[in-house]
């Protein structure tokens, strides 16, 4: 995959209808949320001068006559299973199937050492963007650890932020004197999280085991544009897809917090991985084959329900 980004968000109009094809039916002008095609003489026609490149033009025709050249073909083309492009109706899934394979889907913490063929990974990023956007602006990115050695590097520079912030966090003045402040972050973390910190940078260094990364053989971070709608909306609903599908492909995933949270306060992570001070870091997955079976889903914890 190249690093050119998945989708753009230019709202150009790449769409062309054949008149040739068009029987007028008028479904395509229904489906457009942007008015970019009208009804002329019986037969759509392309007059607007804005387009969400959301492709429904194109899925409800029933002739073929739309075409959005926006849309990339290579994204409907997985590596590892043959999608059926075919629609599929409201109601026309087995939704007892679907509940089970969301709550199939838990974090794991323990893989093998098998690597992660690189077509996998590949085909988890186009299961992400299969997922709704803000306005269909898609303005999320993946960039993509394919093995150890990466994971690894990136382990290392979170620990290294991890490190710095536990010995500004021992520092009990410091702490009490930024929530004096109003900033009792410093406070929440060494209370909330120095403990479990400390004792996994140990372990790290002792070489007896990864709390961060799990062992995992590869990771992916999907980032969005900070100048979208509702950049990490978009970027977990993504994230969500690419969940349910791995599991599918027979993968464990986790996803890693820690490591969101130093990058959105060290830059210099982000940098590392290719990724530019525009893009906002939502997601770390850790991805690998699962060391783990379960004999039945596990349940949750009580919701609160309202009804406003």
Not at 44 to 65: D, I, R, Y
Not at 96 to 118: E, H, I
Not at 254 to 267: H, K, S, T
Request: hydrophobic share 40%.
């Amino acid at each position: 995959m190249s690093d050119k980004p998945i989708q753009s968000s230019s709202r150009s109009v790449t769409t062309t209808i054949d008149a040739d094809l068009c029987i007028g039916c008028g479904q395509c002008v229904a489906v457009c949320p942007k008015e970019t095609i009208t009804m002329e003489a019986d037969k759509a026609v392309v007059t607007g001068s804005e387009s969400m490149n959301c492709g429904h033009c194109a899925a409800v025709c029933p002739t073929e006559a739309v075409q959005v050249a926006a849309l990339d073909p290579e994204l409907v083309r997985f590596a590892n299973f043959s999608a059926d492009n075919r629609w599929l109706p409201h109601g026309r899934f087995d939704t007892a199937a679907l509940v089970n394979l969301m709550g199939s889907r838990r974090s794991c913490r323990n893989f093998t050492d098998q690597p992660v063929d690189g077509t996998f990974l590949e085909d988890l990023v186009k299961i992400g963007v299969t997922a709704p956007s803000g306005s269909n602006c898609q303005p999320w990115t993946f960039t993509i650890l394919p093995n150890r050695q990466a994971v690894v590097a990136l382990a290392r520079s979170v620990g290294n932020f991890f490190r710095k912030t536990n010995r500004l966090a021992e520092k009990t003045w410091l702490r009490r004197g930024l929530k004096w402040l109003g900033r009792p972050e410093l406070e929440s973390y060494y209370r909330d999280h120095y403990a479990t910190v400390e004792r996994g940078l140990e372990q790290w260094e002792q070489g007896e085991r990864d709390l961060l990364f799990h062992g995992a053989p590869a990771a992916i971070v999907v980032a969005a544009d900070k100048d979208a709608s509702c950049p990490a909306e978009d970027a977990l609903l993504a994230t969500g897809n690419m969940l349910l599908g791995a599991h599918s492909l027979g993968l464990g995933t986790c996803l890693i917090g820690f490591v969101i949270e130093a990058m959105r306060r060290d830059n210099s992570i982000t940098r590392s991985l290719g990724i530019p001070d525009s893009e906002i870091p939502c997601t770390v997955m850790a991805v690998g084959w699962p060391d783990e079976v379960y004999q039945q889903v596990a349940g949750r914890k009580s919701v609160m329900i309202r009804y406003a």
